[in-house]
């Protein structure tokens, strides 16, 4: 059966172009829309029927549901949303539903009343089951999101294998008692990066310590919280791998107030990125995912639903990497070495 992306090929042109062609011919030179319409003709090519119904009542508009809307790292994914939905003629709605489930369940009214073509949700907590049901009646993608199983279109990075990574690198530093500070464990990311943590550590011959796992909530005032906690035991942690940026810094403070050097004293990694993080006293050293860019595929998935073309591979997984910088103590170690 011959696709957009077929049209687009032979017309040389993009899916998008193809699409503003059969949806808005007037927003395209004359010059291009003879082009894909002469591909159309030569392709035989006939857009879904079910597309073509929802077009007829479009309202150019996509919903964007995030947890917690001045974390920075969903203002950047959103900010790769906003980029790629400006290109094909959307207009992005944002909706903060503050980690309510509630929230998230009014977000849907907005697409049974036809308000918006689609809707993007990042980390959300509704059921899998629920969630499903959902994508089998509306455009819907998902980012920074982990399902067991299921058909919706996913974008995100390998959260275990990514925290396998940071905290392997604290191993690799030689730490042993390395604490870790998780997200609200009812969210399936945090159980993931929780999960590369305990996976590293086994791994490495090093025994599962509870003392050492506190749960915060993604946020500044959740590490310093959880970071005073750790370092009132008895035999306090020598490294610290945090789920996120902000905690990994409010746990560097709280360290700080205890008289505790980062990273003499204690070693620390985050995780995000976020742009502060480089210019954070000290520099943090953290796993850096593609927010903007997971922005920017979420919103090219759901052009795709929205134009009926198959979404063959459901969940997409961008790469990571892990940033070394002076919270480690790793620049400090081989500034030794080489003196």
């Given at each position: 059966m011959t696709k957009?992306?077929?049209?687009?090929?032979?017309?040389?042109?993009?899916?998008?172009?193809?699409?503003?062609?059969?949806r808005?011919?007037?927003?395209?030179?004359?010059?291009?829309?003879?082009?894909?319409?002469?591909?159309?003709?030569e392709l035989n090519y006939q857009p879904n029927m079910l597309a073509r119904h929802f077009r007829r009542s479009q309202t150019n508009t996509i919903l964007v549901v995030v947890p917690n809307i001045i974390n920075t790292v969903f203002?950047?994914?959103?900010?790769?949303?906003?980029?790629?939905?400006?290109?094909?003629?959307?207009?992005?709605?944002?909706?903060?539903?503050?980690n309510q489930i509630d929230r998230e369940y009014g977000s849907i009214e907005h697409m049974k009343?036809?308000?918006?073509?689609?809707?993007?949700?990042?980390?959300?907590?509704?059921?899998?089951?629920?969630?499903?049901?959902?994508?089998?009646?509306?455009?819907?993608?998902?980012?920074?999101?982990?399902?067991?199983?299921?058909?919706?279109?996913?974008?995100?990075?390998?959260n275990v294998s990514s925290s396998k990574k940071a905290t392997e690198h604290l191993i690799r530093l030689g730490h042993r008692r390395i604490a870790h500070i998780t997200g609200q464990l009812d969210s399936m990311i945090s159980r993931y990066r929780f999960k590369g943590y305990r996976e590293a550590m086994k791994e490495n011959g090093i025994?599962?310590?509870?003392?050492?796992?506190?749960?915060?909530?993604?946020?500044?005032?959740?590490?310093?919280?959880?970071?005073?906690?750790?370092?009132?035991?008895?035999?306090?942690?020598?490294?610290?791998?945090?789920?996120?940026?902000?905690?990994?810094?409010?746990?560097?403070?709280?360290?700080?107030s205890r008289g505790v050097n980062v990273p003499e004293d204690?070693?620390?990694?985050?995780?995000?990125?976020?742009?502060?993080s480089s210019v954070f006293d000290p520099p943090l050293t953290t796993i850096a995912q593609p927010k903007f860019g997971m922005g920017e595929k979420a919103m090219e998935l759901l052009m795709k639903k929205f134009n009926g073309e198959p979404v063959e591979q459901t969940e997409h997984i961008l790469p990571d990497e892990l940033i070394i910088r002076d919270s480690c103590g790793a620049r400090l170690k081989e500034k030794l070495i080489r003196t």
């Amino acid at each position: 059966m011959t696709k957009m992306s077929d049209v687009a090929a032979l017309a040389g042109v993009s899916t998008a172009t193809v699409s503003r062609v059969l949806r808005n011919p007037e927003t395209v030179t004359e010059t291009t829309k003879q082009k894909v319409l002469e591909a159309i003709e030569e392709l035989n090519y006939q857009p879904n029927m079910l597309a073509r119904h929802f077009r007829r009542s479009q309202t150019n508009t996509i919903l964007v549901v995030v947890p917690n809307i001045i974390n920075t790292v969903f203002a950047e994914i959103v900010g790769g949303i906003e980029e790629e939905a400006s290109k094909n003629g959307y207009r992005v709605l944002l909706r903060n539903s503050n980690n309510q489930i509630d929230r998230e369940y009014g977000s849907i009214e907005h697409m049974k009343q036809r308000q918006v073509d689609g809707m993007i949700m990042l980390s959300p907590r509704l059921d899998e089951e629920i969630l499903q049901d959902i994508s089998e009646k509306y455009p819907i993608v998902l980012a920074t999101a982990h399902l067991d199983e299921t058909k919706i279109p996913v974008v995100s990075i390998d959260n275990v294998s990514s925290s396998k990574k940071a905290t392997e690198h604290l191993i690799r530093l030689g730490h042993r008692r390395i604490a870790h500070i998780t997200g609200q464990l009812d969210s399936m990311i945090s159980r993931y990066r929780f999960k590369g943590y305990r996976e590293a550590m086994k791994e490495n011959g090093i025994d599962y310590d509870t003392q050492l796992i506190r749960e915060g909530e993604f946020t500044f005032e959740s590490g310093y919280e959880q970071m005073m906690n750790l370092l009132d035991q008895k035999f306090p942690p020598t490294a610290l791998f945090a789920a996120s940026d902000e905690m990994a810094m409010g746990a560097i403070n709280a360290a700080k107030s205890r008289g505790v050097n980062v990273p003499e004293d204690l070693a620390v990694v985050g995780f995000d990125n976020i742009r502060f993080s480089s210019v954070f006293d000290p520099p943090l050293t953290t796993i850096a995912q593609p927010k903007f860019g997971m922005g920017e595929k979420a919103m090219e998935l759901l052009m795709k639903k929205f134009n009926g073309e198959p979404v063959e591979q459901t969940e997409h997984i961008l790469p990571d990497e892990l940033i070394i910088r002076d919270s480690c103590g790793a620049r400090l170690k081989e500034k030794l070495i080489r003196t």
